[in-house]
């Protein structure tokens, strides 16, 4: 028996969490850990999972829960920056990144409310090499309960964003790098539907150099970049959901009969030939 | 960390597999093989003789659940491998060919093909659905696959279209299942759609529903009772499908416009200066309030 690289068996955890259905990500992700626990922290920082919400006991503020103000089984508030549990030696930002990341926590929740209408939204930053790091988290959910005639229709739908930068100052400008993903679930319940469950997440990474004159421009740039990239993944997501997978659905059996669709596309060539015979 | 005992890490395991898409079985199986192949975690695939028959036993469950096919030598049409033929623990039966098979459920390979005596009583209904449905295949399943059995007073139908296409990182799967009452013309039937789609991502559908509808089968004669039976078939799957689209519609339009706007309300992408001086004025405004 010869021992497998780290690097392999992250790669190849990596693997399986993309096949694994996303509807079970967070179960399969805990057994995951359990079968190769040296890979526990690797992992975590790598496969994002659904958000979860907490209230801020001190400010009444709902935040997000996520790897990102995760402290043993504390978490960090963004609005109150204390650890619930309460933490003595919680990991903290310094000051000056502190500040950064409270005025982010002020411009993401306008964000929030202008293009999701409701939600929560939470930034955490921390000190880095050379610069500062962060993530942006952002999540809305809806559920419908609609009666038409005697039949219940359910429908639910959840939206995650995680936004995970990088930004390095380099003299009067900095560099961002930016790892977005986006968790959408949308689940279905009715009579003549049965149950459908069309959910999953897409990620994509950009990169920016922007100017700044202050620090809080850094706020500014990461927010546009954001911005974009959301408005991107949100075209990209609409195509891939409701576009590919229902192409795919209506690829693998056909309303239309496909005996009379050959027998058309037979009649079609013959005439073609005709004409083609008559011509020469 | 407790190292897990075999028992637990097989239930891990084969509770992957069973969860793997349309197709990636083979993917998420050699995944297993790669983390068994480190020393100091081994989950002993080829290494345990209980725990490579529980992962067999998993693989054996996912190919019957999926509706695996098999070529039998000198048959034209595929075999569903299926619980409804099994016979014994690898043998199962193509009932169109009267043959019994064994079925390698790691490597898919068919041996050991014996001739079978099927039940003259039943048989000739039995393949008059056979024939029937395999014409309706034909007629809506590009790659469609049937089988028809006979088992314990009940003909089941088992139909399968399989799209895989790893090359551009998508695979799909249709499943159904109908079960006939002879005696009641009732049909019971399981419609199953998987799609998986994971260019840069990871996006499931897991649709499924479950039909009874009766049959107007009012004739004796076993072809017009098998047209009646497949008409009735194809009316459910096709306003499944009209429903399966019809939501995909509703969801895209409604559902989806819910969670995020393209823009916001003031049809302008936000001003992200005035937004970092929006809390600024704010306090200012306060203050004035206050003073």
Not at chain 1, 170 to 195: D, F, M, Q, W
Not at chain 1, 260 to 274: F, H, M, P, S
Not at chain 2, 65 to 84: D, N, R, W
């Amino acid at each position: 028996m010869f021992s497998t690289k780290m690097s392999d068996q992250i790669e190849c955890a990596l693997d399986l969490m993309r096949r694994l259905p996303p509807q079970n990500t967070e179960e399969n992700l805990s057994k995951l850990i359990d079968l190769i626990p040296f890979a526990h922290e690797n992992l975590l920082g790598l496969i994002d999972q659904p958000l979860k919400e907490a209230k801020c006991s001190k400010t009444g503020k709902d935040y997000l829960l996520s790897a990102y103000n995760q402290d043993g089984d504390s978490f960090r508030s963004p609005w109150s920056n204390e650890y619930d549990p309460p933490l003595s030696d919680g990991v903290q930002p310094s000051p000056k990144i502190r500040k950064l990341e409270e005025s982010a926590n002020e411009a993401f929740y306008t964000y929030r409310d202008m293009y999701y209408g409701n939600g929560v939204s939470s930034a955490y930053f921390w000190d880095d090499q050379d610069g500062f790091a962060g993530a942006i988290d952002l999540t809305y959910q809806s559920f419908y309960h609609t009666l038409v005639g005697d039949s219940v229709r359910k429908m639910k739908g959840a939206w995650d964003s995680i936004h995970v930068f990088k930004a390095n100052e380099r003299g009067r400008n900095a560099h961002y790098k930016l790892t977005s993903t986006v968790i959408l679930y949308t689940i279905t319940s009715k009579p003549e539907l049965g149950h459908m469950n069309l959910s999953g997440s897409m990620t994509r990474q950009s990169e920016a150099d922007c100017p700044f004159d202050e620090p809080s421009a850094h706020i500014a740039n990461i927010g546009r970049m954001i911005e974009d990239i959301e408005l991107k993944m949100r075209n990209l997501l609409q195509e891939v959901y409701f576009g590919k997978t229902k192409d795919i659905v209506n690829g693998l059996r056909s309303i239309n009969s496909l005996v009379e669709a050959q027998r058309q596309a037979d009649i079609q060539k013959e005439l073609v030939g005709k004409l083609l015979e008559r011509k020469s | 960390m407790d190292e897990l005992n075999v028992e637990e890490k097989l239930k891990i395991v084969s509770g992957f597999l069973l969860e793997s898409p349309p197709g990636e079985i083979n993917d998420v199986y050699n995944g297993m093989l790669t983390f068994s192949s480190s020393s100091a975690y081994g989950i002993l695939m080829g290494d345990d003789e209980e725990f490579d028959r529980g992962i067999k036993q998993a693989l054996r469950q996912y190919n019957t659940e999926q509706y695996v096919t098999a070529t039998l030598p000198g048959q034209e049409t595929k075999v569903i491998v299926s619980k409804f033929g099994q016979i014994e623990e690898d043998l199962y039966l193509d009932p169109k060919s009267q043959q019994t098979f064994k079925f390698d459920h790691l490597l898919h390979t068919v041996t050991d093909v014996q001739p079978y005596t099927v039940d003259e009583t039943t048989e000739h209904l039995r393949s008059t659905i056979e024939t029937a449905i395999s014409d309706y295949i034909t007629d809506h399943y590009p790659d469609g696959v049937s089988t028809v059995y006979y088992t314990d007073g009940t003909y089941t139908v088992a139909i399968v279209d399989d799209k895989f296409n790893p090359q551009n990182l998508w695979n799909g799967k249709w499943r159904s299942t109908w079960v006939i009452s002879p005696d009641s013309d009732e049909l019971k039937g399981t419609i199953k759609v998987n799609v998986h789609y994971y260019e840069d991502g990871n996006v499931q559908l897991n649709s499924s529903k479950e039909i009874e509808i009766t049959a107007s089968a009012s004739s004796e004669d076993p072809a017009e009772r098998a047209a009646a039976y497949v008409k009735s078939i194809n009316k459910a799957e096709e306003d499944y499908q009209s429903a399966l689209n019809e939501s995909y519609l509703d969801l895209s339009e409604n559902t989806f416009k819910g969670l995020r706007r393209a823009l916001p309300l003031t049809r302008h992408k936000i001003d992200w200066d005035k937004v970092l001086n929006y809390k600024i004025g704010q306090e200012l405004a306060t203050k004035a309030t206050i003073e």
